[in-house]
């Protein structure tokens, strides 16, 4: 049977038949044998005429492995790559393209052209949809490293590269990891700006400020956390732990905890925290530099300070130990602080405060571990929470909202801030949509011919958006039992 029409191409390795005037057919592998074997065959030369067709591109394909190295001459090249440790590819072409490689690697060099193989998902578009160009859906690579750059691209495959899952890609994630890179960007900067310089030998274990031992910490966790998701494959979630380390941990915290001691003249936790910030800056360029190369490569370049190595690509791989750097003491003193601020803004957000109003921050009953810790960090707590106060209580307190920090109670009286009634109209309104999305979801999914019928994306659409809806739910709840127990108050 002759090939489909989309398999007629005419650039590849030509077949070595020729033709004979009766049609015989002559197989060599150059024409000038060829010719002499139709010369011996005929008695005479004769004119032949050589096959048109070429060979499928899976054929070429297969001695890809080897010919792109020289073969079949002995080339340096050839012994040094040959044969490669990884081969990365898709599913759909084991047999096409992987299994012939083997087949061929074996024949014409007596080994396997790679020991492990990678097989990655399929990049779908943002509904699940296999990219076609008769679909229209088709997502030029270009076009997205035009507009978003080629680090903010390559970060989104990995980010998105869940084993087992393929891969939904939306122009909306490329810009959102854009953002990450423009965050790395500022955070390089404001380090620059703030005196932090690379210092030849900095030594993480000698760090003596708090906060300091607490990102070191950090870090180590991070580097584990990347190096072992890389040894397995797991590139999702290695990408996934450079990101939380980068924006969810120093950009958010260490560096907003760090502003009062960088802007607040010659001190020795000064000189100790610019040193800390440069190193730490260090080694995310290092661990994002597989998935980010060029910025990277950019910032790692130009950081002030200490040259070596003078590029990132030559840089050894982060190797921290996390029960050598961890403090135990700094993580609980620091984790504090965060647990509480994040616990203030959270009930500020559910219960739209207004952002310019700075409302007090009441322990109840507080413990003296919460009494001492609240002592030292209580600046921070009250600027990072925009607390007007930070006060201990005993006893209950009227017009207050409280959240849990840490296992005790925290009061924030916001009555005179917000229109309780109002805020419970808003809150009663929105579960009630709520209710109503979840119920018209949950129809869908319990009608058997839908699940049976309708796309897979779509299906494990309406799963995603039912679970986001059951969350919001689940908070817009909680903030309504405040205000109530406020008004109740």
Request: net charge negative.
């Amino acid at each position: 049977q002759p090939w489909c029409v989309s398999r007629q191409i005419w650039w590849g390795h030509r077949v070595p038949a020729w033709y004979g005037p009766d049609g015989t057919v002559f197989v060599e592998e150059t024409e000038t044998e060829a010719k002499a074997a139709a010369a011996a065959h005929y008695g005479e030369t004769v004119d032949l005429t050589r096959d048109s067709d070429v060979l499928d591109t899976w054929f070429s394909s297969a001695l890809w492995p080897f010919g792109t190295l020289g073969w079949p001459e002995q080339t340096a090249e050839l012994a040094r790559y040959y044969p490669g440790d990884v081969l990365v590819t898709g599913f759909d072409i084991i047999f096409f393209w992987v299994a012939r490689m083997m087949m061929m690697g074996l024949h014409f060099m007596g080994d396997v052209p790679f020991r492990t193989v990678y097989i990655h998902a399929l990049v779908r578009d943002e509904k699940g949809q296999k990219m076609s160009k008769s679909k229209g859906n088709v997502i030029d690579p270009i076009d997205l490293i035009d507009k978003y750059g080629a680090d903010a691209v390559r970060f989104t495959l990995l980010a998105l590269a869940a084993q087992g899952r393929d891969v939904k890609l939306a122009e909306a994630r490329v810009a959102g990891y854009r953002n990450f890179s423009t965050k790395l960007w500022n955070a390089a900067r404001f380090a620059e700006m703030n005196g932090a310089e690379s210092v030849e030998g900095f030594d993480p274990t000698s760090v003596s400020h708090v906060l300091n031992r607490w990102i070191v910490g950090e870090a180590a966790r991070a580097t584990r956390a990347v190096t072992e998701a890389m040894e397995a494959f797991r590139f999702n979630e290695a990408a996934q732990a450079a990101y939380r380390f980068t924006w969810d941990i120093v950009c958010d915290w260490y560096l907003e905890l760090a502003k009062p001691i960088l802007q607040g003249g010659e001190t020795a936790a000064l000189a100790e925290t610019r040193a800390t910030l440069a190193w730490v800056l260090d080694q995310i360029l290092l661990l994002l530099h597989p998935m980010m190369p060029f910025m990277t490569e950019q910032l790692w370049e130009t950081r002030p300070g200490s040259r070596a190595p003078a590029q990132a690509i030559t840089g050894a791989w982060p190797v921290l130990d996390p029960a050598t750097l961890a403090d135990p003491a700094a993580d609980a003193e620091i984790g504090w602080l965060i647990e509480a601020v994040s616990a203030v803004r959270s009930v500020r957000s559910e219960l739209n405060v207004p952002p310019a109003a700075k409302v007090p921050v009441l322990f109840r009953d507080a413990s003296e571990a919460t009494r001492s810790r609240a002592a030292t960090h209580g600046d921070a707590l009250a600027r990072l929470a925009r607390a007007e106060r930070i006060e201990f209580v005993d006893g209950e307190v009227a017009g207050t909202v409280e959240t849990i920090v840490n296992g005790e109670v925290v009061l924030l009286p916001i009555a005179d801030v917000i229109d309780a009634a109002v805020e419970i109209k808003r809150l009663e309104g929105e579960i009630t949509k709520l209710d109503r999305d979840i119920a018209g979801i949950d129809k869908r999914l319990d009608n058997p011919a839908f699940v049976a019928k309708a796309p897979e994306e779509v299906v494990e659409e309406n799963r995603e958006r039912r679970a986001q809806a059951v969350a919001d739910r689940e908070a817009l709840s909680k903030a309504l039992a405040r205000v109530q127990a406020m008004r109740r108050d």
